[in-house]
């Protein structure tokens, strides 16, 4: 699957003139955040679905400890790997779906960014 993405993504046209630009590096962070920021947001749907519970309102918690999750602990993919995969107040195992799921939109978004005739 890593191969497949690596692969698919070597065969977008990079030339050097687009990877010596900072343009186009700030553009694919952003595109990499965006997307991992949807992910996110759809392993919260997941989550929440069925329970009645809102999808933006009430903020993330703990499932185990109900503490509200501090903003820069819910970065997409950095919160989960600067908490070794556990809550920050009771220390409960995080699920990988979490940072995996985010991290699987971040790449397709950047690869559907490269797959547009702009990046
Ligand atoms: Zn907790």
């Known amino acids: 699957m890593a191969f497949w993405i690596l692969q698919l993504a070597m065969s977008f046209r990079t030339t050097d003139r687009m990877l010596t630009s900072g343009l186009w590096w700030i553009a ?63 220390g409960s195992r995080i699920p990988v779906k979490h940072p995996l799921i985010e991290l699987a939109f971040a790449l397709l978004f950047i690869l559907a960014g490269m797959a547009t005739p702009w990046l």
Request: hydrophobic share 45%; net charge neutral; proline share 5%.
């Open 28 to 90: 694919i962070l952003w595109l990499g955040m965006f997307g991992g920021a949807v992910g996110s947001f759809l392993t919260v749907v997941w989550d929440r679905l069925g329970t009645g519970e809102g999808f933006v309102v009430p903020r993330s918690r703990c499932p185990e400890c109900d503490h509200l999750i501090r903003w820069y602990h819910n970065v997409p993919v950095v919160g989960w790997l600067l908490l070794g995969g556990r809550c920050y107040d009771c």
